[in-house]
């Protein structure tokens, strides 16, 4: 006995079928729109939100990447057999007495010279002077083109401002409680890392959903810490030549002008930029030539070019490199909400959001214009492990 042949599908039912396929991926795009407005407006508007609760969000934020950075030291402690308090305190205790030791070696020296500042800013102008002199066609049209601006100017109103010891003094307060804030909360958070792993892969209501929660830890964790303490090495390594080069050349303080080096190398671009200045102001403000005075500086920059372009991706490799522009947008976006210290997170925080948007997938913007869908990846269909390893169909 045959089974009957299934009869073809109509003009009439394939049309409705292409109209409500051509409906649903209507209704799926313009609910990616609501989903990137929405981003781009939280995007725009959280750096003032930031910014007026930085009191609450900096030592947070802060606490957060210090938290991932120091919890492998802690692991490894209480490995060792310490118990979990005490691991996490050992850990935070050791990172403090990094940071003081280092804080030591940079200040101590860096107040002395702040007092010759003053004789150095009038000995780079007068080297300048006798440049200016040199091309002294230069100099009159600057100063004709200075004649010409002063003649429209009227009265100018010079208004006081506080000195810089009044604003240290009127911020130190708020920097020292924010500061044992962070070193609160990174303890607690360290100490409380266990509990946390517990609850993010315990409490998930499906087995695939606790492994993805258990590779996004993971992976946050490993990446961050691995990629400051590579980095912390490749900068000491860095801290240590410039040091040594400092002392062959006879500069003042070599220990300081190393330990500037390895800390401003943790901020890209702008932290080697800056630490070319000081040595070019140095430099110029105690010798008794220009091109003297530009060695250090020269030779820092021959350093960092082959740090930066051959010794740090070779080591690094695939896995930690990012797009320069998104290296300099993270360090523009966190820098004006937060100054100085949001440079110095800036990395790590970028570091963290790629982690986690390769595993919760990356938005096609560029895609998403031309017709695309905005994911990729359908991100509503479930992960295979959640339901075990696939059979084969019966032939």
Known sequence: MTTPEPQPQ??????RSGRR???AEQELRLISALVLLIGLGLFLALPFVLSIGSVVFLPLTAAVV????????ADKLAIWGLPNVLASLVSLLVFLAIVILALALILQPAFALFEQLPDMVDTVGMRFAELRNQFGWIAQINEDLAELMERGNGPRVVIASPSLLQEMAFATPSVVIEIVLMLLMVFFMIEARVRLRQ???????????SVKAARVLREVQDRVAAYILTVGWINLCVGVIVGA???ALGVEAPIMWGGLAAL???IPYIGPTLMIGLLALFGIGTT????VGLIPAAAYLGLHTIEANVVTPSILGARFTMNPVMI??????????????????SVPLLLTLTALFEHIGRPNLVGFVFGEPLFAENLLAKDPEEHGPRTSDPA
Request: glycine content about 8%.
């Open 10 to 15: 109509t003009a009439d039912a394939r049309s």
């Open 21 to 23: 396929l051509a409906f």
């Open 66 to 73: 210090l938290t991932i950075i120091l919890s492998p030291l």
């Open 199 to 209: 609850r993010l892969l315990l409490d998930r209501a499906s087995f695939g959903a």
């Open 245 to 247: 080069g400092a002392w």
């Open 264 to 266: 401003l190398n943790f």
């Open 288 to 291: 008794e030539t220009v091109l």
């Open 328 to 345: 300099l947008i993270a360090l523009s976006y966190f820098s004006w909400i937060w100054g100085v210290p949001g440079a110095l997170l």
